[in-house]
């Protein structure tokens, strides 16, 4: 909760009763295979393993947002994967965007700092932007 400044209260010493609440932006490290929700709308979702994960996106929802981020990059054989629902698509450029097909962040081309940037558009999937090397699932 953050309170809005009430400057005339700095000279006559009243106490400003304006509270506002502030939604903190979730910052949830993933080292397992997870599955978003509406609720988690707005998430940076950090990679912070080495194994293989998949973060399930919920059905897309227009305009909801989502950010990837790969803080600990994929071990040999390994793979970070973003997974839209199974009627949605990952539109991106460099993607045949096909429903239900992975982005993923391979071992062999994975390095901290890569990213993803998701948006829905509430009908056909996610419309995304990339950092680093992306594949689509084949």
Known sequence: RVTKPDFA??????????????????????????????QDDGALVVFNTTSTVTVTLPATAKNMTFDF???????????????????DKIFCIGFTSVDDKDAQNTQATAAIGDGFHLVGDGTDGWFGTKFGTWAIES
């Open 9 to 38: 209260s700095l000279t006559t010493g009243a106490l400003d009763t304006n509270v506002y609440n502030v939604v903190p932006r979730s910052v949830p490290a993933i080292t397992a295979s997870t599955t978003l929700t509406a």
């Open 69 to 87: 981020y790969v803080q600990v990059a994929a071990a040999s054989t390994q793979l970070h994967s973003i997974s839209p629902a199974a009627a």
